[in-house]
């Protein structure tokens, strides 16, 4: 089965630092996406990043982007230019691709909480 | 973009009762929709997937009898807590399937 790890239960950050959250995996398939989630205090789930495992260049969405390693099963979130809007519980999440119209699931890690200070 | 709406955003009721919880699709087709659970400062844990059309596929603890799911269209799906007693009390996320997954603002469930 696959599982996600988030080891940071919490982070701290200067407003305009540069901050990085940890994520390890682990699956035997060769094929799969990560994302990683932010969940305000609205919570509402937002996607920040999405990455495909065939891909080898790393996603950048702005001031986000990943650093996957697939062979040490390592996908980091990493936050430039941080804003008090970033603040928020972060969460990594693994998911299989479809095969035959297989709906596949969403796996959460436990999340980090990430407070931005002014 | 896609936008998932959830009904009602709280409830508070008495233990005994059913809730029912609605998860709505606004401008895209949902032929599967999830329903997670959340405890405060938790992840978000999967009870069940519901597909239109056919019955919900519970994940492995999860009470099929109590948390009843129905998907009956391919925008709307709901979760009926049945019996609801205190340690029902949590936040229920649902999430769609449509061109990616879309999840709702959540709803947060008080059962005294």
């Known amino acids: 089965a696959q599982t996600v790890t988030q080891s940071q239960p919490e982070m701290s950050v200067q407003e305009a630092e540069t901050v990085t959250l940890s994520c390890t995996y682990d699956?035997?398939?060769?094929?799969?996406?990560l994302f990683w989630y932010k969940q305000p205090p609205s919570r509402q789930m937002i996607l920040v990043i999405r990455?495909?495992?065939?891909?080898?260049q790393n996603a950048t969405e702005n001031r986000f982007s990943v650093n996957f390693q697939k062979a040490a099963k390592s996908f980091s979130l990493k936050i430039s230019d941080s804003q008090l809007g970033d603040t928020a519980m972060y969460f990594c999440a693994f998911m299989r691709p479809g095969y035959g119209g297989a709906t596949n699931k969403l796996i959460f890690g436990t999340g980090t909480l990430l407070a931005v200070q002014p | 973009g896609a936008v998932v709406s959830q009904h009602p955003s709280w409830v508070i009721c008495k233990s005994g009762t059913s809730v029912k919880i609605e998860c709505r699709s606004l401008?895209?087709?949902?032929?599967?929709m999830f329903w997670y659970r959340q405890f405060p400062k938790q992840s978000l844990m999967l009870m069940a997937t519901s597909n239109e059309g056919s019955k919900a596929t519970y994940e492995q603890g999860v009470e099929k009898d109590k948390f009843l799911i129905n998907h009956a269209s391919l925008t709307l799906s709901t979760l009926t807590v049945t019996s609801a007693h205190p340690e029902d009390s949590s936040f229920y996320i649902c999430?769609?399937?449509?061109?990616?997954?879309?999840f709702g603002p959540g709803t947060r469930l008080t059962v005294l």
């Open positions: 999430s769609a399937r449509g061109p990616g997954r879309y």
């Open positions: 401008d895209f087709q949902a032929t599967t």
């Open positions: 699956t035997s398939e060769s094929n799969y996406y």
């Open positions: 990455q495909e495992a065939y891909k080898q």
